[in-house]
């Protein structure tokens, strides 16, 4: 058997290389120039890098055999995916590899925070013998608040009920079951705000989660609630965070990140009730070791044609096959989008129906797609075409597909995904070329999911229209197009505007509380 060339460009803990050294010819050479790495690459099979390599287009092309690059961490700004995509090289990386860290940091900061540990610290270390201020609390029998359950948020609640810690969660696209198979309630954001004694935060940062945590969250917390932080700056308003510990409203806060990073003046940071690491979650020996041993052994099994479950890209069809379906996976991802930002509440159901000729294409690409679509903007890091449908399924996500030749739309796609006590459905095709929807929910329409787009339901009564038209102008937004359909007149109806930028939350909430508007949300496709 012809021994594969693994090539390696950055420190890797040795732990990882004596894995690649078990599978291949390994040829450690760090520190390259372009030029030397584009000569080095030629015959490789296998690019290991952490983030000092740059795997650019002008690199890959140079590589002659190359099957895999693995990148020995989370980021993978550093590889030029579409060039390795293009080439069927297949791009791996390693996001679960801190998340123990992580989750170990946290409980750190927990009982650092509730038994004042850097305060008493810095109090011996000034030669005081001070028994009495830093009294704190147990951690045992008290409620931990866990906001998003995801790998680091899942990993922290099995720890805490280890300390016999009740855990209760806020994750809206967890689905119930699984939480309460974990022994973990699910509770609206401010039911948990108001319930925990500890609240720890395990959500990526998006416009979503931006100041998730802020005044409203604060003023429903108990006196004694102390607020952590591991995650990213942003998700809690610091000047409303700072406001309520000033005041000792809560008894504290330990953050490991902040809104700017590093925070200079940050006058969290003056206040006795605040304790903080510089954004240490991923910083252990282990984290690192698993970051290059996760991405070795998954660019083993790669060689061996097994499949792996960090694949970051997917390689391409054979082109006449992709140029085929390539339209339809872009609706597909663009209908996820839209059913998420839609939907309230869990998705836990979706259908998939190929209309027309795609009844007898092969259609697995578009139903990742789709699920890309769907999950991507819950999820941190990784979700692509090859994990989709694994996450889907950890997630208890039932997919069932069906096909529909006859019908009036031609070559299209219907989705249906439902929640708790939601269910968007959306039927779209191509036209011209161009991704079309033109159905949403059972109401016609002919809207190209681009963009900024407001959804307003509500019920059919005249003057609807230039109501919505006349609030936005007052408040400067420009309408590019609208489009309306109801089923029949007096009923209700679905608006959908095409505006220059998203809308505000207060002027959302104006158009909410508008009479005969039933929901009204931005999506941004
Ligand atoms: P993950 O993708 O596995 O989990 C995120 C969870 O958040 C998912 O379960 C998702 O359903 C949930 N979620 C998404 N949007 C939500 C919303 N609007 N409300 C409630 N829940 C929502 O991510 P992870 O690997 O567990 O990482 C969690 C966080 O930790 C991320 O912000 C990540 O950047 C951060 N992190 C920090 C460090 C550090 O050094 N401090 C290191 C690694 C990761």
Redesign the pocket.
Known sequence: MIMSKILITDALHENAVDILKAAGDVEVATGLSVEELKEKIKDADVLVIRSGTKATKEIIDASENLKVIARAG?GVDNVDINAATEKGIIVLNA??A??I??AE?LFGMMLSAVRNIPQATASLKRGEWDRKSFKGLEVYGKTLGV????????QVAKRAQAFGMQVVA?????PEDVANSLGIELLS?NDLCQTSDFIT??????P??KH?IAKEQLDLMKPNTIIMN???GG?IDEEALYNALKVNQIRGAAL??FEQEPPKGNPLLELDNVIGTP?????TEEAQISAGTIVARQAIKILKGESAENVVNLPMLPSEKMNKIKPYMILAEKMGLMAIQLLDHTIDNIEITYLGELATEKTEMIKRSFLRGILS??????VNLVNAPVVAKNRNIKISEGTMKENQYGNALKIVAKGNNDEISIIGNIVDGEVVFRKINGYDIDVKPEGDLCVIRHIDRPGMVGKVGVLLGEYGINIAKMQVGRKEPGGHSIMILDVDHTISEDVMSKLKEMDNVRTAKMVTL
């Open positions: 989370v996001p679960d801190s998340s860290s992580v940091l906001v998003g359950l995801g790998r680091i948020g899942q806020y994750d809206p696209y967890i954001v935060l395990h959500v990526p940062l998006t979503k989660t998730m591991c995650a990213r998700l490991d990140v954004h240490q979650g991923a910083s903007p819950i999820l941190l890091a990784g």
